[in-house]
């Protein structure tokens, strides 16, 4: 069987790839035209493109994507683009009702008819009162009016008159008040007083009473005759104000019927406002002023307020857009429910209570993006439960009904409506991590129904000649938007290279366009400090550096413990079952590699391999994977045909904070195959990776963190040109290191190797060949892996004489 090749030594080239400003074709960010719009993202693209021109039902838009992808402003964008191809929506008003006062009605305006409407009907309020003032106070109306009244006034006089005589012939006067008729009695033709009434014999006195009493049914037949001719008077009266007022206001009405004619319900609702305009005259008349030709000042202000009984005939412009901006695109930030579905807003009335019209009624964000697009942040929507459920009721049934959800927990009882829903058309797009998308997917299958449309926005697009010119076209947008100094070719392309770093793969660069953003805006600063009108590559290695700074405090206390050697960390010489790993901590806005020892012991024992950390739960499951992946190893190599009889420890020294991850499990092999073998470990070189049962190593992840922290660490002790990290071949795409690395590296001061499997990293740390099993099916004598093996053998023979009752 062919020997594996050796670890690989990796050159500079290998280690970070560099972005050539002369090959960006400009000299500054000055010469390029921004971006407006998102940079890769096909796959988000064809989706939201799908999305917004699917239109049946249901195909509302989900995005997900890790935080800091841009998909908000990406969205945003391409949904004022498509809103510019689409017809401006109409206007939504509500408006009294006079049936139902209780139940505001709606109509449906062209787009910019809202505000005309509004503006029409308070003129029509001024014209209104000036010419119904006008029109009763006209010597018309006055005639017409005394027309209907004198043939009732002469009727009454005649028939009081013939009354009067007959009262008179028994010696009774009659005097018709707003009470009735009263009787007095006469006395020489003059009326009587009570005092001298009472002074007459009785028998004259009865007599009185009894023509009184004689008169009684003639008086009642008048009283009934006149209230019946006095109604129809009136009717007739009324009928003659109805047909002035319909007469001053008409026309009135009229015009505007005619101006609104496209929208039937407004028209009937016109005719109702005529109506009940003739039937309210009263209100139109200023108190104590019958004949004012023109009303006071005080009660034009107060025919307007919000007690007014004017109120039922002013339009609330509930919803209104501009004609020629296209379909609305709202972003509600904070989707509260009054906030997304509007609110009845209320009054304080005499006595304490509250009240409201239709005048109160607000919109929300679905109202203002209704006939476009609505876009808010998923997280937000799903915490508050009935913000989630009025959302989806809808989204199912079409229109959204004008509700304050709070009112049926009110202690004080409140006057509320119940307005007439408004139909609705309208695209909604949550935004939202991808965690969250599937849990809402697997929870709620009304999600499954609604959003049938996924998003999805990837972290990273491939670094070729047109990610290149969308990051330079950025950060060129950047510029403009956020007022920042011009970028320099150089400054363009070592942002370039820092987006393959937060990428974590040199053929690849990144699309959390945040940090870039952040990272164009300090480099900027840095410049501004520095007097300088362009930003520089040294501006943004500025940037970059003092950001970790500001970030790097627990890395630099870490550092000193070691060089005051409270952490114990070997480098240089060689120990047996001990080696240099590497992790890293993440805290949050920085992360950084530090290294670790990993020491093994081994004895006879029953096959059990014991992890410390496992053991007091200071592991989690990937880092157990990990683990337990070496016993499938250690079986697979040398336990095939025979049982291993090991019990062997490892641990993490001086590491007291959770673990995780499986990229220090080839280190964990590498200490326990030094232990078994006997062979000393290289101190100088750290190592990384995951390792499988077959003992290839796998990608991890924070690989240029673990070097540059073993970097700096050695560094801080001093560098003696030997010391180097050993890294997974398939990591090595992966290395996007810092300049100060790559030029120690070139000095030949640091190393960095790859190996795709652990024989080539035993062999780099022991300086001994691994070993491959020959015909005879034994390793070759003094290789790591025959040491190993031999080792195991005594251990099988130990265990072979201990008494069953002992331990290992």
Same mark, same amino acid.
């Given at each position: 069987?062919?020997?594996?090749?050796?670890?690989?030594?990796?050159?500079?080239?290998?280690?970070?790839?560099?972005?050539?400003?002369?090959?960006?074709?400009?000299?500054?960010?000055?010469?390029?035209?921004?971006?407006?719009?998102?940079?890769?993202?096909?796959?988000?693209?064809?989706?939201?493109?799908?999305?917004?021109?699917?239109?049946?039902?249901?195909?509302?838009?989900?995005?997900?994507?890790?935080?800091?992808?841009?998909?908000?402003?990406?969205?945003?964008?391409?949904?004022?683009?498509?809103?510019?191809?689409?017809?401006?929506?109409?206007?939504?008003?509500?408006?009294?009702?006079?049936?139902?006062?209780?139940?505001?009605?709606?109509? #449906?305006?062209?787009?910019?008819?809202?505000?005309?409407?509004?503006?029409?009907?308070?003129?029509?309020?001024?014209?209104?009162?000036?010419?119904?003032?006008?029109?009763?106070?006209?010597?018309?109306?006055?005639?017409?009016?005394?027309?209907?009244?004198?043939?009732?006034?002469?009727?009454?006089?005649?028939?009081?008159?013939?009354?009067?005589?007959?009262?008179?012939?028994?010696?009774?006067?009659?005097?018709?008040?707003?009470?009735?008729?009263?009787?007095?009695?006469?006395?020489?033709?003059?009326?009587?007083?009570?005092?001298?009434?009472?002074?007459?014999?009785?028998?004259?006195?009865?007599?009185?009473?009894?023509?009184?009493?004689?008169?009684?049914?003639?008086?009642?037949?008048?009283?009934?005759?006149?209230?019946?001719?006095?109604?129809? #008077?009136?009717?007739?009266?009324?009928?003659?104000?109805?047909?002035?007022?319909?007469?001053?206001?008409?026309?009135?009405?009229?015009?505007?019927?005619?101006?609104?004619?496209?929208?039937?319900? *407004?028209?009937?609702?016109?005719?109702?406002?005529?109506?009940?305009?003739?039937?309210?005259?009263?209100?139109?008349?200023?108190?104590?002023?019958?004949?004012?030709?023109?009303?006071?000042?005080?009660?034009?202000?107060?025919?307007?307020?919000?007690?007014?009984?004017?109120?039922?005939?002013?339009?609330?412009?509930?919803?209104?857009?501009?004609?020629?901006?296209?379909?609305?695109?709202?972003?509600?930030?904070?989707?509260?429910?009054?906030?997304?579905?509007?609110?009845?807003?209320?009054?304080?009335?005499?006595?304490?209570?509250?009240?409201?019209?239709?005048?109160?009624?607000?919109?929300?964000?679905?109202?203002?993006?209704?006939?476009?697009?609505?876009?808010?942040?998923?997280?937000?929507?799903?915490?508050?439960?009935?913000?989630?459920?009025?959302?989806?009721?809808?989204?199912?049934?079409?229109?959204?009904?004008?509700?304050?959800? #709070?009112?049926?927990?009110?202690?004080?009882?409140?006057?509320?409506?119940?307005?007439?829903?408004?139909?609705?058309?309208?695209?909604?797009?949550?935004?939202?991590?991808?965690?969250?998308?599937?849990?809402?997917?697997?929870?709620?299958?009304?999600?499954?129904?609604?959003?049938?449309?996924?998003?999805?926005?990837?972290?990273?697009?491939?670094?070729?000649?047109?990610?290149?010119?969308?990051?330079?076209?950025?950060?060129?947008?950047?510029?403009?938007?956020?007022?920042?100094?011009?970028?320099?070719?150089?400054?363009?392309?070592?942002?370039?290279?820092?987006?393959?770093?937060?990428?974590?793969?040199?053929?690849?660069?990144?699309?959390?366009?945040?940090?870039?953003?952040?990272?164009?805006?300090?480099?900027?600063?840095?410049?501004?400090?520095?007097?300088?009108?362009?930003?520089?590559?040294?501006?943004?290695?500025?940037?970059?550096?003092?950001?970790?700074?500001?970030?790097?405090?627990?890395?630099?206390?870490?550092?000193?413990?070691?060089?005051?050697?409270?952490?114990?960390?070997?480098?240089?010489?060689?120990?047996?079952?001990?080696?240099?790993?590497?992790?890293?901590?993440?805290?949050?806005?920085?992360?950084?590699?530090?290294?670790?020892?990993?020491?093994?012991?081994?004895?006879?024992?029953?096959?059990?391999?014991?992890?410390?950390?496992?053991?007091?739960?200071?592991?989690?499951?990937?880092?157990?994977?990990?683990?337990?992946?070496?016993?499938?190893?250690?079986?697979?190599?040398?336990?095939?045909?025979?049982?291993?009889?090991?019990?062997?420890?490892?641990?993490?020294?001086?590491?007291?904070?959770?673990?995780?991850?499986?990229?220090?499990?080839?280190?964990?092999?590498?200490?326990?195959?030094?232990?078994?073998?006997?062979?000393?470990?290289?101190?100088?070189?750290?190592?990384?990776?995951?390792?499988?049962?077959?003992?290839?190593?796998?990608?991890?992840?924070?690989?240029?963190?673990?070097?540059?922290?073993?970097?700096?660490?050695?560094?801080?002790?001093?560098?003696?040109?030997?010391?180097?990290?050993?890294?997974?071949?398939?990591?090595?795409?992966?290395?996007?290191?810092?300049?100060?690395?790559?030029?120690?590296?070139?000095?030949?001061?640091?190393?960095?190797?790859?190996?795709?499997?652990?024989?080539?990293?035993?062999?780099?740390?022991?300086?001994?060949?691994?070993?491959?099993?020959?015909?005879?099916?034994?390793?070759?004598?003094?290789?790591?892996?025959?040491?190993?093996?031999?080792? *195991?053998?005594?251990?099988?023979?130990?265990?072979?004489?201990?008494?069953?009752?002992?331990?290992?």
């Amino acid at each position: 069987m062919a020997e594996r090749s050796a670890a690989r030594e990796l050159d500079v080239a290998a280690l970070r790839r560099e972005c050539a400003p002369s090959e960006l074709g400009f000299e500054s960010t000055a010469d390029v035209d921004p971006l407006d719009g998102p940079l890769g993202q096909p796959r988000a693209s064809e989706a939201i493109e799908f999305g917004l021109a699917a239109e049946t039902a249901g195909y509302n838009i989900f995005a997900t994507g890790p935080v800091g992808t841009g998909k908000r402003t990406s969205l945003e964008a391409r949904l004022r683009d498509y809103a510019r191809q689409r017809a401006t929506p109409g206007d939504w008003v509500y408006l009294h009702n006079f049936t139902e006062p209780r139940k505001p009605i709606t109509a #449906a305006l062209p787009s910019g008819q809202g505000r005309e409407l509004e503006a029409d009907m308070h003129r029509f309020l001024q014209d209104a009162r000036r010419e119904l003032v006008a029109a009763f106070e006209s010597e018309t109306y006055a005639q017409r009016q005394h027309e209907v009244a004198e043939p009732f006034e002469r009727e009454q006089e005649s028939a009081l008159a013939e009354l009067r005589a007959a009262a008179q012939a028994s010696g009774i006067a009659l005097e018709l008040t707003p009470s009735g008729i009263v009787t007095v009695p006469l006395r020489g033709g003059r009326p009587m007083t009570p005092p001298e009434f009472g002074q007459l014999p009785e028998p004259v006195r009865a007599r009185y009473q009894s023509s009184i009493e004689q008169l009684g049914p003639q008086m009642q037949a008048f009283l009934t005759r006149m209230r019946g001719r006095q109604r129809e #008077a009136r009717d007739r009266l009324r009928a003659l104000e109805r047909e002035v007022a319909l007469f001053a206001v008409g026309h009135l009405i009229d015009e505007l019927k005619e101006r609104h004619r496209s929208s039937p319900k *407004l028209v009937q609702w016109l005719t109702e406002v005529a109506e009940n305009v003739t039937e309210n005259l009263a209100q139109f008349q200023p108190p104590g002023q019958e004949s004012a030709g023109q009303l006071p000042e005080p009660l034009l202000a107060a025919m307007g307020g919000t007690d007014s009984p004017f109120g039922r005939y002013e339009v609330n412009v509930f919803v209104t857009h501009d004609s020629d901006g296209g379909a609305p695109v709202i972003v509600e930030s904070n989707p509260t429910y009054p906030n997304l579905f509007g609110r009845i807003e209320h009054r304080g009335v005499l006595g304490g209570g509250l009240a409201t019209d239709h005048r109160m009624l607000r919109p929300g964000a679905i109202h203002r993006a209704n006939g476009g697009y609505l876009m808010v942040p998923a997280a937000e929507v799903l915490a508050q439960p009935l913000v989630w459920l009025k959302l989806k009721e809808v989204l199912r049934t079409g229109s959204i009904r004008l509700e304050n959800p #709070a009112d049926q927990y009110a202690l004080v009882p409140t006057s509320t409506l119940t307005p007439e829903p408004i139909d609705l058309d309208l695209k909604v797009v949550l935004v939202g991590a991808p965690p969250l998308y599937e849990l809402a997917y697997t929870l709620d299958e009304d999600v499954r129904k609604l959003f049938r449309v996924k998003a999805e926005f990837g972290l990273r697009v491939p670094w070729d000649e047109e990610s290149v010119r969308g990051y330079s076209r950025f950060l060129s947008a950047q510029v403009r938007a956020a007022g920042l100094r011009h970028f320099d070719a150089g400054a363009v392309a070592r942002v370039i290279e820092q987006g393959a770093r937060i990428a974590e793969d040199r053929e690849w660069l990144s699309t959390r366009f945040v940090e870039i953003a952040g990272l164009a805006a300090e480099a900027s600063q840095w410049a501004a400090r520095g007097k300088s009108e362009i930003v520089s590559a040294e501006h943004v290695e500025q940037a970059i550096d003092q950001k970790v700074r500001r970030s790097n405090l627990l890395e630099q206390r870490l550092l000193e413990m070691v060089a005051e050697g409270s952490l114990m960390i070997d480098f240089e010489g060689a120990r047996v079952g001990q080696v240099n790993g590497l992790s890293v901590l993440s805290l949050g806005d920085y992360s950084f590699g530090r290294p670790v020892r990993i020491t093994a012991t081994a004895g006879p024992g029953r096959g059990a391999l014991l992890s410390i950390e496992r053991e007091t739960e200071l592991s989690g499951h990937i880092h157990d994977k990990g683990f337990l992946t070496l016993s499938g190893y250690l079986r697979r190599q040398y336990g095939a045909e025979r049982r291993i009889a090991l019990s062997a420890t490892l641990t993490f020294e001086q590491s007291y904070e959770h673990i995780d991850g499986d990229s220090a499990a080839s280190a964990e092999l590498y200490a326990l195959l030094s232990e078994l073998a006997s062979l000393p470990l290289r101190q100088d070189v750290a190592v990384t990776g995951s390792v499988n049962q077959h003992g290839e190593l796998q990608a991890i992840g924070g690989v240029n963190e673990k070097i540059e922290g073993f970097y700096r660490t050695c560094k801080l002790k001093q560098l003696t040109g030997n010391q180097g990290v050993i890294v997974p071949e398939a990591n090595v795409r992966n290395l996007m290191l810092s300049a100060e690395i790559v030029q120690s590296v070139r000095e030949r001061r640091f190393h960095v190797w790859s190996a795709h499997h652990v024989d080539q990293g035993i062999e780099l740390l022991t300086a001994t060949r691994a070993g491959e099993r020959g015909g005879n099916d034994r390793f070759p004598d003094g290789t790591v892996h025959a040491l190993v093996e031999a080792r *195991l053998e005594r251990f099988v023979r130990a265990a072979e004489q201990q008494s069953p009752d002992e331990d290992d």
